[in-house]
């Protein structure tokens, strides 16, 4: 087995406006490779806080973080950047979209900050044709509706071939069919690519098609049983 991220007491605290809060208190996570591991949680308890952290985008924790065997805390800003942007694809809660830019240049952002490869725009134009956007390729972000953008996101986090995909509700926004076609997907990347999943998600669907569902409460990762994932 090959462990692809390694999270030991995270442990994580915003102090603003007088009030002080720790929605990450020592967190541990080990997740290896070809794992789809779901993570639940009440609004407010902290999962995309966790995500950021273990997505290397956040490093002001404390506990610590291996990432593909490196602690991410020895990388420096340019080595972190580089195996994010190689080895980690991310869906964000919010998509962070270019609204005015069309949906297949959306999906190769990507390529702007690494070498671009030839088949890029072929491997974009597949992704979207998969996610059911095959139509929209030259659309403006800005015309889509929610679910549309997320999967814009889907596809660009995809676009390099991730080792592992980090998303915050990837079906957050879609109807229960999209869903579906969404955690088949999901399925078939684990199964196929051997990808690495871990997905903030309410998806009863998801969480059973995943190897493993946690539950964040109290600052706490806490396992289910897989049929309380139900
Ligand atoms: N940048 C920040 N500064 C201060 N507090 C923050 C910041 N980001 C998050 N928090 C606080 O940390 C807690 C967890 O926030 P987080 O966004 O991780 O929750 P979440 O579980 O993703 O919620 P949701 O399901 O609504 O997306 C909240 O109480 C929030 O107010
Ligand atoms: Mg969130």
Known sequence: ???ILEARAITKAFHDDGASRRPLDEVDLRVERGELVTILGR???????????????????????????RDVRR???DELARLRHERIGFVFQAYHLLPHLDVIQNVLVPTLFGLPRRDDR?????LL???GLGD????RVSVLSGGQRQRVALARALLCDPELLLCDEPTGNLDSETSHEIVELFGELVRRDHLTIVAVTHSDELARAGTRSLRLDDGRLVEL????AR
Do not use: C, N, Q, V
């Not at 924790?61 to 065997?69: A, N, P, Q, R, V």
């Not at 929209?136 to 659309?139: E, I, K, Q, V």
């Open 75 to 77: 990388l420096t800003d």
């Open 136 to 139: 929209r390729l030259a659309d």
């Open 43 to 69: 609004s407010g308890s902290g999962k995309s806080t966790l995500l950021g952290i273990l997505g290397g985008l956040d490093r002001a924790f404390t506990g610590s973080l291996e990432l593909f065997g």
């Open 122 to 126: 072929r491997r974009a134009r597949d």
């Open 129 to 131: 044709e998969r996610l």
């Open 1 to 3: 087995m090959t462990t």
């Open 225 to 228: 049983p897989h049929e309380e």
